[in-house]
T-cell receptor, first 112, second 112 residues
Framework: DAEITQSPRHKITETGRQVTLACHQT?????MFWYRQDLGHGLRLIHY???????NKGEVSDGYSVSRSNTEDLPLTLESAASSQTSVYFC???????????FGPGTRLLVL | DAKTTQPPSMDCAEGRAANLPCNHS???????VYWYRQIHSQGPQYIIH???NNETNEMASLIITEDRKSSTLILPHATLRDTAVYYC?????????????FGRGTQLTVWP
């Protein structure tokens, strides 16, 4: 069955290190999204992509980058991890022209 | 910016119907109402969406008032596994396709 996966599921890193979170979907969806979820803030959009080579900034994009080299993957990179980036990160995808999003299981990131 | 208003918490007895309200008084004519839920430690899950007609699927029913300023998600026979945070989302007319804005949602607790 088609699915969306994230890896790692849990990550501990140190301040200043570069970290990459993987997101892979097998639905062949054009649209992919990264959100972070923190207590008191709900889900906030970090970056999104509408297709290969397309990336766009969301509402909390500072300190994060993404690249889209193929349809299946949208890795999220924290260039220099900060304690404020400790959070749960969710990846999602949707079919082009449709707004129903399918979410991955999440990655819990702790920055020490 | 909040586009929807939901009660922060509700509870329901197992086997009974759970009726979750949502106010969206500023909804425009082309905006859909979406419902997602998030079970603890999992990614959000799509439930149902609608424009102006009532909708039903295998998970739930969505009742939208005639003026479209409010809606109710109905879980006809709630189970313990329905305990989750339920998000009512109106797609921002000004947003690009696929972006969803999650508010605080309603924590539904189903008790035995």
């Amino acid at each position: 069955d088609a699915e969306i996966t994230q890896s790692p599921r849990h990550k501990i890193t140190e301040t200043g290190r570069q970290v990459t979170l993987a997101c892979h979907q097998t639905w062949n969806h054009n649209n992919m999204f990264w959100y972070r979820q923190d207590l008191g803030h709900g889900l906030r959009l970090i970056h999104y992509s509408y297709g290969v080579q397309d990336t766009n900034k969301g509402e909390v994009s500072d300190g994060y980058s993404v690249s889209r080299s193929n349809t299946e993957d949208l890795p999220l990179t924290l260039e220099s991890a900060a304690s404020s980036q400790t959070s749960v990160y969710f990846c999602a995808s949707s079919e082009g022209g449709r707004e129903t999003q399918y979410f991955g299981p999440g990655t819990r990131l702790l920055v020490l | 910016d909040a586009k929807t208003t939901q009660p922060p918490s509700m509870d329901c007895a197992e086997g009974r119907a759970a009726n979750l309200p949502c106010n969206h008084s500023t909804i425009s004519g082309n905006e859909y109402v979406y419902w997602y839920r998030q079970i603890h430690s999992q990614g959000p899950q799509y439930i149902i969406h609608g424009l102006k007609n009532n909708e039903t699927n295998e998970m739930a029913s969505l009742i939208i008032t005639e003026d479209r300023k409010s809606s109710t998600l109905i879980l006809p026979h709630a189970t313990l596994r329905d305990t989750a945070v339920y998000y009512c989302i109106v797609r921002d007319r000004g947003s690009t396709l696929g972006r969803l804005y999650f508010g605080r949602g309603t924590q539904l607790t189903v008790w035995p």
